[in-house]
């Protein structure tokens, strides 16, 4: 997919390794200013290194999410490099499945602090830019669970279900802004996260999909282009899709 993204200023947080460092490829290619955020180092080094040896533009920076101060210097320190944010994409994320009667408080809580928090803490510091540029985008990377729900992930359900009513917020709260806020809720997708699923698990979810397979990275990374594009100018507070139909309104 194309989208002339030259100029723009695109962060991606957890975009070190699958679905994020999707995105930041698709971005890296229709010539934007790729910035990933991640928690390890090495995977920050090893995913920048993979896009610059592509021959694109790709920084990276060492962050957790969940760390306020810590990602309001960064954010500062973007700025001050980057001059601007022109969309910042929440991505990072992270599963810790359990019944909800075995399921520990500390795994409820990471979740939820990851998921839901690290996002509500990330688009905060990028709004304040935002504000003052009067213009920008944020993409909330959600999941279908988040909409249908899912037996063994309650926690997980609960923060991306947040996640799509944030975003709903924030759209409304930041409109006369001219900062667009959306949501994409990605289905079944080929990635690190779903490699232990079991070739029965997958036949079954292969079953009740419309398009009778997994989706790729990639297939998630092109609507963020789109959103993030200009095209999208009058899109916002949307939940959109990518699950080969799983769901549907
Ligand atoms: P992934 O392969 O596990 O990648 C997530 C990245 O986020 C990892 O590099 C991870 O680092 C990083 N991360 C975790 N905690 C972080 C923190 N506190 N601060 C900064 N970075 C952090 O996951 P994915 O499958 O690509 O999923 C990406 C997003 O899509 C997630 O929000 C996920 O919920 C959503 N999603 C995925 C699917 C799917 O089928 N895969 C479906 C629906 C929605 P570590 O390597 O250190 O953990």
């Known amino acids: 997919m194309e989208f002339n993204m030259e100029n723009k200023v695109v962060v991606i947080t957890g975009a070190a390794r699958g679905i994020g460092f999707a995105i930041a490829e698709a ?46 210097a960064l954010f500062a320190k973007i700025i001050q ?13 992270i599963t810790r499945d359990n019944l909800v009667l075995r399921m520990k408080e500390e795994e409820w809580q990471m979740v939820l602090d990851i998921n839901l ?30 909409i249908m729900g899912n037996a063994g992930q309650a926690n997980y359900a609960a923060s991306k279900g947040g996640l799509i009513a944030f975003t709903k917020s924030c759209a409304k709260e930041f409109a006369s802004r001219g900062i667009r806020v959306n949501a994409v809720a990605p289905g079944f997708i080929e990635t690190e996260m779903t490699a232990s699923l079991s070739d029965e698990i997958r036949a079954e979810y292969a079953k009740v999909i419309p398009l009778q397979k997994m989706g790729s990275p990639l297939d998630v990374a092109n609507l963020c282009l789109f959103l993030a594009s200009d095209s999208a100018s009058y899109i916002s507070g949307q939940t959109i899709a990518v699950d080969g139909g799983l769901t549907m309104h």
């Open 27 to 72: 971005f890296a290619k229709n010539r934007a200013t790729v910035v990933i955020i991640d928690i390890v180092a090495e995977a920050v080094e090893k995913a920048v290194s993979k896009l610059e040896s592509s021959g694109y533009t790709a920084f990276g920076y060492i962050g957790n999410v969940t760390d306020s101060a810590g990602i309001e």
């Open 81 to 93: 490099t980057h001059t601007k944010i022109d969309c910042l994409i929440n991505n990072a994320g």
């Open 117 to 146: 928090k690290g996002s509500f803490i990330c688009s905060q510091k990028a709004f304040k830019h935002m504000m003052k540029a009067r213009c920008g985008c944020i993409i909330n990377i959600t999941s279908v669970i988040g």
